[in-house]
T-cell receptor, first 112, second 114 residues
Framework: GDSVTQMEGPVTLSEEAFLTINCTYT??????LFWYVQYPGEGLQLLLK?????DKGSNKGFEATYRKETTSFHLEKGSVQVSDSAVYFC???????????FGRGTSLIVHP | SAVISQKPSRDICQRGTSLTIQCQVD?????MFWYRQQPGQSLTLIAT?????????ESGFVIDKFPISRPNLTFSTLTVSNMSPEDSSIYLC???????????FGPGTRLTVL
């Protein structure tokens, strides 16, 4: 079945540091890939998505590229802010299914 | 995108009681989903609710424990029945956007059972 593996957290960074959160997946066919963010005390918000190989999703300075050859969708940001502190979830949705498969989430803590 | 609201945002309940969570969407949607997020964990799908039909429950979840209503295309409720401390979780409502291939989530209901 489909699965998503994320790097374990927490990831702790200083403000303005470079961020990478690794995400790899196993799926049949050609899934759509997503990153969701959950800020403290809130629900999940869609951060970015990519629907086919080599697509790059981007939003709020975050980027992720759909790499079919390595089955990866790593999240990156060049310069993190304290306000980026949150839990980040990688997810996929295989064609024909309404139900995404989520990773376990990676907590990001950014210190001033 | 869809705007989703949930009530209550949080509650503290006594074991053996029941709580009904409401989910309201600002547009008509065919499918609504209920998830549970236990502390420090990822999301687990409880059930899928279509208007006009019985909800479809995932393995490990049953209607007697988590009855769901879906009276129209913009509203759903999830009841957590006969609660125990193990039911302490965040419960999230979600909808599928048919045009963008994306799920959108409500802010969640934080439930603590004592």
């Amino acid at each position: 079945g489909d699965s998503v593996t994320q790097m374990e957290g927490p990831v702790t960074l200083s403000e303005e540091a470079f961020l990478t959160i690794n995400c790899t997946y196993t799926a049949t066919g050609y899934p759509s890939l997503f990153w969701y963010v959950q800020y403290p005390g809130e629900g999940l918000q869609l951060l970015l998505k990519a629907t086919k190989a080599d697509d790059k999703g981007s939003n709020k300075g975050f980027e992720a590229t759909y790499r079919k050859e390595t089955t990866s969708f790593h999240l990156e940001k060049g310069s993190v802010q304290v306000s980026d502190s949150a839990v980040y979830f990688c997810a996929l949705r295989s064609g024909g299914s309404y139900i995404p498969t989520f990773g376990r989430g990676t907590s990001l803590i950014v210190h001033p | 995108s869809a705007v989703i609201s949930q009530k209550p945002s949080r509650d503290i309940c006594q074991r053996g009681t029941s709580l009904t969570i409401q989910c309201q969407v600002d547009s008509q949607v065919t499918m609504m989903f209920w998830y549970r997020q236990q502390p420090g964990q990822s999301l687990t799908l409880i059930a899928t609710a279509n208007q006009g039909s019985e909800a479809t429950y995932e393995s490990g979840f049953v209607i007697d424990k988590f009855p769901i209503s879906r009276p129209n295309l913009t509203f759903s409720t999830l009841t957590v029945s006969n609660m125990s401390p193990e039911d302490s979780s965040i419960y999230l409502c979600s909808v599928e956007s048919g045009t963008t291939d994306t799920q959108y989530f409500g802010p969640g209901t934080r439930l603590t059972v004592l």
